[in-house]
C-alpha cells in the first residue's frame, strides 16, 4: 500500500495525547474492579506529528467534490460550502448536550424549526421530523409510520409497491418494515407501467415507494394517476426524495400528491457526504400522518420551542437522540444563504447542467432512454462493450484523467448503466473537460482498447482485486 | 448569494447546445397541474456576514457547555477532543468524498475505515467490525435483527438496565421482524442474572445486555456469561461504552456475539445528539459476517501484486441483494468514523486507558462526596464506573434549577425515563475543583 497502516508507525512506549494529572486520589482498581479489568490494548504507540502525517498522507490518497467534478449519479455531489462548516462549529451552536433543557437551546431549536418550515414550504408537506439520520433512516421511518397507520386502521396489509428502476433501499427498507416486496417493470419510456401499477395494487397494497423524477433523471409524466390509482385501494404513496434537486422551485410532491416523503439533506442541501456519511433523512408527511411520526417531535409553544414526547400513536424512535443536529445546521445555513430563488436557480442549473452533458454525449453513448430527463440521465456502455470494454472499465480509465466516475451499474433496468449528475455548482469549462476525456476515452476503446481495460494506470493503486476480498476476507489488522 | 458560476451568456451557450431557448423549456414535461405558478415562499438568501450574524444571535440565545460545568451523560459524553482531530477531517480530500465507490481514487477513505474496523474490534475483542452504523441506538436495533436472524428465532429479552431511548429503538425496528420482546425488570441497578437464567427458554433467541449499563453499573458479567455458555444457541448482544473499554474488559471475554455502541465519546463532540456514529462489531464466522449490516473495508492487492482496500462482502447490502439485504443502511457515519479512528491513534494504548481511569477515579471522588451529605445517597456506590445514580429527599426538579442557577448542570433527571434519581456522569473534563464546588452548592440547598 502507497502508506503503511497507522500501527506500522509504533513504537513501544510513544505517545500522542496529553491530558492534566489526575487531581483526586487514586483508587486501588485491582482491588475494586478485579474481574473487570482488561489486561491489554493493542492500540497504536505513535507521536502527535506521527498521526498528523499519517492521515494527511492518506488525504491525499482521496479525492472529493473540492478536488474536482465528481457526477455520481443519484448522490447530488455538489460543492459544500466552507460557511457552513465554520457556523457548524460555533461552540454557542454545537457544544450542547442532547440532555441539556430546552430553555438553554432555544436558540438550535429555533434553527430546526425555521428548517423544518422550510422543508415543508419546499415540498408541500405538512409536518415534519428531523429524527432520521440518512436517506434510508427516512425511508424506514416512513414505512414504519405507514405500517402503524394501517395499525391504527386495523388493517393488515402485507405488500409494498417498488418499481424496478427503484434504488436498493427502496426494497430493502420495505422488507425491514415487515413487508413484501412487489416489483414492478417500468414502460418502454423508463416510467411506471400504469397497467402494471393497476394489476398489482389490492386491498392488500399499503404503499407505493416512487422517486420522481425517477433513477434515469425522468419525470413521471402521470404522476397523478399513479397517486390515485395507488389512493383508489386506499394505500398510501411514498416519495423518496432523493433527486429534490431536480424539481425544488418547480414542483412540489405534495402538489403531486404523496402523503409522505423523506429529503437527503446530504444531497439537495449542501452538506458535506464525509466519505459516506453523515448525512439526514427528515421526513414530511400530511396532516393525517403526524400523529405517527417519531417522538419527541419538535413544536412550537406560545413563548418558546419545546420537545414534544406525549405522542401516544407514535411510531416511537429510530435515533437515541434527535438525529443529526450538525447536518441540519448545515442545511439551514445553506437554504438562508441561497433563499428561494436561489434553491429555483439551483434546480435549474442542475438541469441545464446535465442536459448539457446529455446533449454532448448522446451520440457517442447509447442513451437508452430518449425521453426529456431533468438533473441526471442515464447512459449506456453497451456499444462500447461489444468491443469487450465493459462500463467498469471507463470509470476506471476515467480515474486515470484525475475525475470521478459516475454511478455505474445503476438503474438495474439499464445495462452497462452510466449514471450521471454533475450538479449545478460545476460550470462549463469542468463540464467540458469531462465530455472530451469520456469522448476520448471511447477513442481509446476503438484504438487500444486494452489500455482503457487495463485502467486505472495513474491512481496510486490500480484495479484491486475484488473477487480476492470477498473470497479471503482480511477485514482488520 | 447561490453557489452557480455559469455566466448568463454561458447558460445561453449551453441551451443553444441543448437546443432549446429558454431553461424553462427543460421542466416542460412536469404537467401543469402540479407546475409551480409562484415563488417557494422561502425568505430571500443573504450575504455570510448575516448568516454568520444570524447564527451568532441563535448561539445567543442557547447556553453551552463553555459557560457552565456539566454532570450530563446518559448515552453522550463531554470527553476531551484533541485538536488535531477536526483539522485532519477538515482536509476536503476526506469530508467532500462519499462512499468510496471507486476504490483507486478512495484509498485514504478506505484505508482509514480498515483502521477503524481493526480498532474497534481490538477494543471489543471480537474477530471483525463494520465501517459504522448510525448511532448507538439503531445499531443496538440492527444488532438485535441480526442476531433474531441468526438465531432464527423471534423472542427478544432486553433487561431493563438498558438505555430507554434505545429500548425504544429497538423496538421499533423489531416490530417490522415481528419480534416479541420480553424485558426483564430489576429492583436495583443491575439485573439479577437469576432472573435472566429463569427466563430464558426454547424460544429465546437474543439476550440484549449494557455494559456499563444505563446507570453506569457494571452488570454481572461473569455470571451472565455463564448464562450464555449453558444456552449454545442464544446470540447475546452487549451494548458497550467503547471509551471504557480503554480499561474493561472487552465484551467478547463475556462471551459476547455482537458487541454494538454509541461511538461519539471517541473524539465526537456533543453535537445536541448527532451526528454520532454506531459501532457494530461481531464474531468472526461466516454466518455472522454474512448477516452484517453496512459497509465493510477488506484489504486486497491491486494487479500489480500492492495492497490497498477496497469495501467487500457487498453481497450482504441494498444496492445488490434489494429486498434480500442485511439492511438498508447506505450512507453511514463516515466521517465520525475517521474522528473515532483519528482519536483512537492519538490516545493509544496508553490514553485510552487513563481517560477511562480518570473518569473512574473522579466519578468514585465525587460519588464519596455526595453520599456523605444528610440528604443524597449515592444507589449504586458497589458497582458504578463513572457515571451513578443519586437519589435524594430533596425535589430532583428544584435541585436542577438550583443548581442550574450556579452553572452547574446536575445530571439527568430520571423522571424522563419513568425512574427517581439523578443520573451524574464524571468525565476526565471534570476537575476536583469542579466537583467541590457542586458539592458544596448541594450542601447548601
Ligand atoms: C434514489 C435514492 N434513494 C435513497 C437513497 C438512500 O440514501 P442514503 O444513502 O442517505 O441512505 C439514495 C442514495 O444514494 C438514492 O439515490
Known sequence: MEEKLIKDYSSPGRTAYSLPELDVEKRDLNSELGGYLREDLDLPEVSEVDVVRHYTALSELNYGVDSGIYPLGSCTMKYNPKRNEKLARIPGLSYLHPYQDEDQVQGSLEILYDLKLDLAEISEMDEITLQPASGAHGEFTSLMIVRRYFEARDENRKNVIVPDSAHGTNPATAKMAGYNVIEIASNQRGMVDLAALKEAVDENTAALMLTNPNTLGIFEEDILKITEIVHEVGALVYYDGANMNAIMGYAKPGDMDFDLMHFNLHKTFSTPHGGGGPGSGPVGVKDFLAPYLPKPLLKKGKDKYYWDYERENSITKVHSFYGNYGVMLRAWAYIKTVGGSGLKKTTENAVLNANYLKARLREEFELPYAEESLHEFVLSGSRQKEKGVSTLHIAKRLLDYDQYAPTIYFPLVVKEAIMIEPTETENIATLNRFVETLLKISREIKEDPELVKNAPHNTSVRRLDETQAARNPDLRW | ?445
Do not use: W
Open chain 2, 1 to 445: 448569494m447561490d453557489y452557480i458560476s455559469n455566466t448568463a451568456a454561458e447558460q445561453d451557450e449551453m441551451l443553444k447546445e441543448i437546443g432549446v431557448k429558454a431553461v424553462e423549456e427543460l421542466f416542460a414535461m412536469i404537467p401543469e397541474e402540479i407546475s409551480l405558478d409562484c415563488e417557494l415562499d422561502v425568505e430571500a438568501g443573504i450575504s455570510e456576514m448575516e448568516l454568520m450574524d444570524l447564527a451568532k444571535e441563535a448561539a445567543a440565545k442557547n447556553k453551552s457547555l463553555e459557560e457552565m460545568t456539566s454532570f450530563l451523560g446518559a448515552g453522550a459524553y463531554d470527553h476531551y477532543v484533541p485538536s488535531i482531530i477536526d483539522h485532519l477531517i477538515s482536509r476536503s480530500e476526506f469530508y467532500t468524498a462519499y462512499t468510496p465507490y471507486q476504490a483507486e481514487l478512495s484509498q485514504g477513505t478506505l484505508e482509514a475505515m480498515y483502521e477503524y474496523q481493526s480498532m474497534i474490534a481490538e477494543l471489543t475483542g471480537m474477530g471483525i467490525a463494520n465501517a459504522s452504523m448510525l448511532d448507538g441506538g439503531s445499531a443496538a436495533a440492527e444488532a438485535v435483527t441480526m442476531a433474531s436472524r441468526i438465531s432464527r428465532k423471534k423472542k427478544v429479552i432486553l433487561t431493563e438496565t438498558i438505555h430507554p431511548a434505545y429500548k425504544e429503538v429497538i423496538k421499533c425496528y423489531g416490530k417490522g421482524h415481528q419480534l416479541e420482546f420480553l424485558e426483564l425488570k430489576s429492583n436495583s441497578e443491575i439485573m439479577d442474572p437469576a432472573v435472566i437464567k429463569e427466563n430464558i427458554d426454547q424460544e429465546t433467541g437474543v439476550l440484549v445486555v449494557q455494559y456499563p449499563n444505563f446507570f453506569g453499573s457494571l452488570e454481572k458479567m461473569e455470571e451472565i456469561a455463564k448464562i450464555k455458555k449453558e444456552h449454545k444457541k442464544l446470540i447475546f448482544v452487549v451494548i458497550a461504552n467503547p471509551v471504557l473499554l480503554g480499561l474493561l474488559k472487552a465484551p467478547a471475554e463475556f462471551g459476547a456475539d455482537i458487541v454494538v455502541g454509541e461511538g461519539q465519546g471517541l473524539g465526537n463532540g456533543l453535537n445536541y445528539g448527532g451526528p454520532y456514529l454506531g459501532f457494530m462489531a461481531c464474531k468472526d464466522e461466516r454466518i455472522m459476517l454474512r448477516q452484517l449490516p453496512g459497509r465493510i473495508v477488506g484489504k486486497t492487492t491491486d494487479v500489480d501484486g500492492k495492497e490497498g482496500f477496497v469495501l467487500t462482502m457487498q453481497t450482504r447490502e441494498q444496492h445488490i441483494r434489494r429486498e434480500k439485504a442485511t439492511s438498508n443502511i447506505c450512507t453511514n457515519e463516515a466521517l465520525n468514523a475517521l474522528m473515532a479512528t483519528i482519536y483512537l491513534a492519538t490516545m493509544g494504548k496508553k490514553g485510552l486507558a487513563e481517560v477511562a481511569e480518570q473518569s473512574y477515579h473522579k466519578a468514585h471522588y465525587l460519588a464519596e462526596k455526595i453520599d456523605q451529605l444528610a440528604d443524597f445517597e449515592v444507589s449504586n456506590k458497589e458497582n458504578f464506573f463513572h457515571e451513578f445514580l443519586v437519589k435524594s429527599s430533596k425535589d430532583i426538579k428544584e435541585i436542577k434549577a438550583k443548581l442550574l442557577e450556579e452553572d452547574i448542570i446536575a445530571g439527568y433527571d430520571l423522571d424522563k425515563a419513568g425512574k427517581k434519581g439523578l443520573l451524574v456522569c464524571v468525565t476526565e473534563k471534570i476537575s476536583k475543583a469542579d466537583m467541590d464546588n457542586f458539592v458544596e452548592k448541594l450542601e447548601v440547598l
